[in-house]
């Protein structure tokens, strides 16, 4: 591995691995299933929340506290693969665990009602 100390170089390699990456996801999603429903459960890694708290001492704030609880979701997704690749590609959300789920009939009929379009049920 050669070190790079030149900034000059260190952009143009930053930028050049930017752009091996973005076309390596294109490639990824044009190559997705997008005809077969399938339906997934997905456990997303641990984000940060605001939570507000009332207390008796008020201040400034008028007695709420803000405050931060970690929040660790599981949700199922139902639509075509290529539905589920480009949503999670779009909301940048990371995934800790993935598991397939059984597809059922009302899980089909949801997607229709739904023009097509990809359902996200939060399972927490």
């Known amino acids: 591995m050669v070190k790079l100390t030149d900034p000059i170089e260190i952009a143009e390699n930053y930028a050049r691995h930017k752009e091996e990456s973005r076309l390596y996801l294109d490639n990824l999603a044009a190559n997705q299933d997008n005809i077969k429903i399938v339906s997934e459960e997905h456990l997303l890694k641990p984000t940060l929340m605001i939570n507000y708290l009332w207390t008796y001492n008020k201040g400034s704030n008028g007695g ?3 405050d931060y609880t970690n929040v660790s979701r599981t949700i199922k997704v139902i639509g075509t693969k290529k539905q589920i690749f480009n949503f999670f590609r779009k909301t940048k959300y990371e995934i800790k665990d993935s598991w397939k789920a059984e597809l059922k009939a009302e899980h089909i009929k949801m ?3 739904n023009n097509n379009k990809l ?3 939060n399972l927490k």
Do not use: D, E, L
Request: proline share 0%.
């Open 64 to 66: 709420y506290i803000q």
């Open 111 to 113: 997607y229709k009602i």
């Open 119 to 121: 359902i996200i049920i």
